[in-house]
Structure formats: structure tokens, C-alpha cells
Nanobody, 116 residues
């Protein structure tokens, strides 16, 4: 069984910043990819950013230049620094990790609301 502790979500004004973190624990070994996805009600879940074990990153087009993903393998933790937030960034953000064997696990989600 895999457990996640996600933190850092909340309410922020447009132009502000938030930092999300997600720590994975339990029966999870040899994590390959770590990433963040987000979902608005009625819309499909979309990629925000992901990072490989070697440090290669991929970002969704709408967040390039504003968000930065990083990871700490010693802590099985992935971070998402979000700057210059916009109202359209409002969503539930989900942590996702994938092992070298292709097994994927989702966090429970954390709400990010950008509003004045």
C-alpha cells in the first residue's frame, strides 16, 4: 500500500505564488517518474509537469515559464513551485508517481484556488 502526503494548496491572489509538495511512502520502490496533474470539474485531467529520475522535465504549455518541478529522491518527494498564478490555474492538483516497472499511483489531490 502506498500513502501520499500532499500539502501547500490553498487560496492565493492572481500573480501570487504557492509551493506544492507530495511525499510518497509505504510499499513503493524504485520510483521513475514523479509529476503533477490538475483537473477542473467537467474537464479531463491534464499534465502540469513531470520529472524523471535523471532530472528531465516536461511541462504543460500553459505553465511553461511560471511553474518549476523538482524532486528529492531521498525523501520520495516531489515539489511544484507555482509563480505568477492566474485564475485559470484554479483546479485540484494531483501528485502522480510511477515506478520503473510502470506501476502508477495517484495522490488524493489538493485544491488550488486563484482569486481576488
Amino acid at each position: 500500500q502506498v500513502q501520499f502526503v500532499e500539502s501547500g494548496g490553498g487560496l492565493v491572489q492572481p500573480g501570487g505564488s504557492l509551493r506544492l509538495s507530495c511525499a510518497a511512502s509505504g510499499s513503493i520502490f524504485s520510483i521513475s517518474l514523479m509529476g503533477w496533474y490538475r483537473q477542473d470539474p467537467g474537464k479531463p485531467r491534464e499534465l502540469v509537469a513531470r520529472i524523471s529520475r535523471g532530472g528531465s522535465t516536461t511541462y504543460g504549455d500553459s505553465v511553461k515559464g511560471r511553474f518549476t518541478i523538482s524532486r528529492d529522491d531521498a525523501k520520495n518527494t516531489v515539489y511544484l513551485q507555482m509563480n505568477s498564478l492566474k485564475s485559470e490555474d484554479t483546479a485540484v492538483y494531483y501528485c502522480h508517481v510511477e515506478t520503473i516497472w510502470g506501476l502508477g499511483y495517484w495522490g488524493q489531490g489538493t485544491q488550488v484556488t486563484v482569486s481576488s
